[in-house]
């Protein structure tokens, strides 16, 4: 069959070159872009039935009818704030209000010290989506050019905090693109010691890139959700994974050159060759990211379809236009490297097989050893998040959280929100506000909190439930009333209280894994006044609920991508022997890549725990590209085996030729993965680190080293039932006429 693609592919060479070029405008200008369909919220990526999600949707009762999210203005003077600004800060929130996207802006009071005033803004439809960035940079130019002379002001809160963390993100990927190309291309131009291979090796991969952005974008509207991981993996992925697959079928039309065959009919022989093994590389790798479809968690659901959409248009790519490419440049690509007639040469990585596979049971012992060292660094493995706030503390909502830290109380600068529900609206009567009273003191006496604030306190009115009634029942309009609406909401049936958590500062692993704690006071606060629902809603409940997701989703999905990898091995290698090593192996440098992460970031450098996405990624990861070089060295080992005398030659000449490729491979696509963690940013560090060291543990000890040393020793049973079952038993033999490096007379 692949025979048959590459001489059509050939024979059509300019059709393909010109067609893949001019999509690359029509569906740039034709579909959306992936930067406007992007979700930064991880609260968006819980199923509905999650608690922080039943949270979301309790708190959505204090916006104003029409707002889709709330920003903070805080405006401070060390020296202090007083008469003489309120005519400034008068025009300042009228200038705010006037913003396009904005709904509304209200008054949230001044500090007891008198230094520091708050506003609450709520964002309207107009505000989200691509138009975000540029309501946040109108609305602090508003503040910018109105506040009071000499005093500081910044926009912080949830809206803020996510457009903050989204422009970062922003910096992060494009960070990664241009030093990913750059990294790939320096290190191709090493390996090739050629001009234009290269560039041919690259070009299919910046082509898929193009290419597979709009066409997920598309799929939002069906559904699909795109988070800012699964754009920054994009990148990381056809990028790296799309020049391997370029980089196999390059090498081999270059080996096929050698052997003294013309430029097309080199492509012909090579995709006949390698492009099976391409597209059961590929197809592995999309396989365990559709797989995802079963999880529960969005960000996963959203990243394997987008991951595979982008593989799938990479493979198209990869048989066509590559191989066009090549047969149209010829023996040019590979200039001045030479191509012409010589013994193919086993070099370095042929003489370290033949020397491997001589004791295999020791390199099997060594293998384990190894293993199980870095395994160890699982000891204490736990999880944490990261929240949307994680951008710089640099930012303009970073600081003002900070002045609102030093400016307001523990209660009123609180982290968490303990949100009640009432079937009845607590101003039906003094009786049903005394409710409220008694759950505000019924959480104070809670050990799960340091501080909390609501109608009672907050305001520093000191109302008791009577006055307040009486002030409801007789001037409904009062300023009073205004302030205590953060807290109880339009229709009176939810009530809302500021929390501090005991635990500590927010975003720390102690305080999200006290989550359970703080529900059970909440809950317990809210039975004992008769309230039907009783939630908290913070980034770290969410942290806490995306961590037991994800947890429970890894334990589902990871038997699910073996077996479908087992039967697609089977399937490629005619053997039902072969995958379970070929699995066993690269579950066991999973292991060992997660131990290392562990070590590294938990117990050497004290952060708090793995990000909850890396347990899960370097699992696809590992596990899917790990397959992809199992795949090309045993189909070169089942190739080779058909035709020397014994499978020991057969690996000997099998890992010498590929050996160079896969290595090449491997640190081209743990270098990527090594850039992502280096400048992508700090949500993505351990993502990128951990991957690439996975990768590189694969390239150049299981790969060339471990397996050559399990296929050894299981011998001809390597391809049980296949007819290779019934070939010559393996034998320890040198295999000189491989190691020559002579040419050909």
Not at 40 to 58: E, G, H, I, M, Q
Request: proline fraction near 4%; include cysteine.
């Amino acid at each position: 069959m692949f025979n048959a693609i590459a001489r059509f592919v050939v024979k059509f060479r300019w059709f393909f070159i010109i067609f893949w070029i001019v999509m690359v405008p029509i569906l740039s200008g034709a579909l959306p872009r992936i930067n406007d369909v992007v979700k930064t919220n991880n609260s968006d990526f819980l199923p509905k039935s999650s608690r922080s999600s039943k949270a979301v949707t309790l708190e959505e009762s204090f916006q104003p009818k029409n707002t889709v999210s709330s920003a903070t203005i805080v405006i401070s003077r060390s020296s202090g704030l007083n008469s003489s600004d309120a005519k400034a800060l008068t025009t300042m929130v009228h200038a705010v209000a006037h913003t396009t996207g904005v709904a509304s802006v209200r008054d949230s009071g001044m500090s007891k010290d008198g230094d520091a005033h708050l506003y609450t803004v709520s964002i309207g439809p107009k505000g989200e989506g691509p138009e975000a960035l540029t309501v946040a940079k109108n609305i602090r130019q508003a503040i910018d050019q109105n506040k009071p002379q000499g005093a500081e002001g910044h926009l912080t809160g949830a809206f803020a905090q996510v457009i903050d963390a989204s422009t970062s993100n922003k910096s992060g990927k494009d960070n990664t693109t241009l030093f990913t190309m750059v990294f790939i291309l320096v290190l191709l131009f090493l390996v090739f010691r050629s001009v234009l291979a290269p560039l041919v090796t690259f070009i299919p991969a910046g082509l898929a890139l193009a290419l597979s952005q709009p066409l997920i974008a598309k799929t939002t509207e069906w559904g699909l959700q795109v988070s800012f991981i699964t754009e920054i993996l994009l990148v990381v992925l056809i990028l790296g994974a799309g020049t391997d697959y370029g980089l196999f079928l390059v090498f081999r039309v270059r080996e096929e050159l050698r052997k003294g065959l013309a430029p097309k009919e080199a492509v012909v022989q090579a995709l006949t060759r390698v492009g099976e093994s391409i597209t059961f590389s590929a197809a592995t790798v999309v396989v365990a990211l559709l797989s995802l479809l079963l999880a529960s968690f969005g960000i996963y659901r959203g990243l394997g379809p987008a991951l595979a959409i982008g593989l799938v248009v990479m493979l198209l790519i990869a048989l066509t236009f590559l191989p066009a490419l090549l047969s149209v440049l010829g023996r040019a690509v590979f200039w001045p490297s030479g191509t012409s007639k010589r013994e193919t040469k086993i070099g370095l990585w042929g003489r370290i097989a033949d020397r491997v596979i001589k004791r295999p049971v020791t390199m099997i012992v060594v293998g384990l050893l190894i293993f199980g060292g870095l395994g160890l660094g699982i000891i204490g493995y736990k999880t944490a998040g990261f929240s949307n706030g994680n951008a710089s503390a640099t930012t303009d909502s970073a600081k003002g959280d900070a002045v609102i830290a030093q400016h307001f109380s523990a209660s009123r600068s609180a982290s968490q929100f303990a949100i009640l529900h009432f079937s009845n609206s607590v101003w039906s009567s003094e009786q049903q506000l005394g409710k409220v009273e008694l759950a505000q003191k019924a959480l104070a006496a809670q050990s799960a909190f340091k501080a909390v604030g609501g109608p009672f306190n907050a305001t520093g009115l000191g109302l008791t439930p009577a006055q307040l009634y009486k002030l409801h029942q007789t001037n409904p309009q009062s300023p009073v009333l205004l302030a205590i609406s953060q807290f109880i909401s339009s229709d009176g049936k939810t009530v809302q209280f500021f929390t501090s958590p005991a635990e500590g500062k927010s975003g720390s692993a102690a305080v999200v894994n006290a989550t359970p704690a703080i529900r059970q006071a909440i809950t317990t606060a809210g039975s004992s006044v008769g309230a039907d629902q009783a939630e908290v809603y913070s980034a770290d409940s969410v942290t806490y609920d995306i961590n037991k997701l994800a947890n429970n989703d890894l334990k589902k999905i990871i038997p699910t991508v073996l077996v479908i990898i087992g039967l697609l091995l089977a399937l490629l290698l005619r053997s039902a022997v072969a995958p379970w090593y070929l699995i066993a192996t690269v579950a066991l440098s999973y292991i060992a890549s997660l131990g290392f992460a562990g070590l590294i970031f938990v117990h050497i450098l004290g952060q708090d725990g793995l990000n909850f996405v890396v347990p899960f990624m370097l699992f696809i990861f590992c596990m899917a590209l790990g397959e992809d070089y199992n795949i090309l060295v045993m189909s070169r080992i089942r190739e080779e085996a058909h035709t020397e005398p014994t499978l020991n030659a057969a690996i000997t000449k099998a890992i010498g030729i590929t050996g160079t490729t896969v290595t090449s491979a491997g640190l081209l696509l743990a270098g990527s993965f090594g850039v992502l963690g280096l400048v992508g940013g700090d949500q993505v560090e351990q993502i990128g680190y951990s991957i690439a060291f996975g990768i590189l543990l694969d390239t150049f000890f299981v790969r060339t080293l471990l397996v050559p040393s399990i296929v050894t020793l299981i011998g001809r049973w390597n391809w049980w039932p296949s007819k290779l079952a019934k070939g010559p038993t393996v034998t320890n033999v040198k295999v000189p006429e491989l190691l020559s490096e002579k040419p050909l007379a």
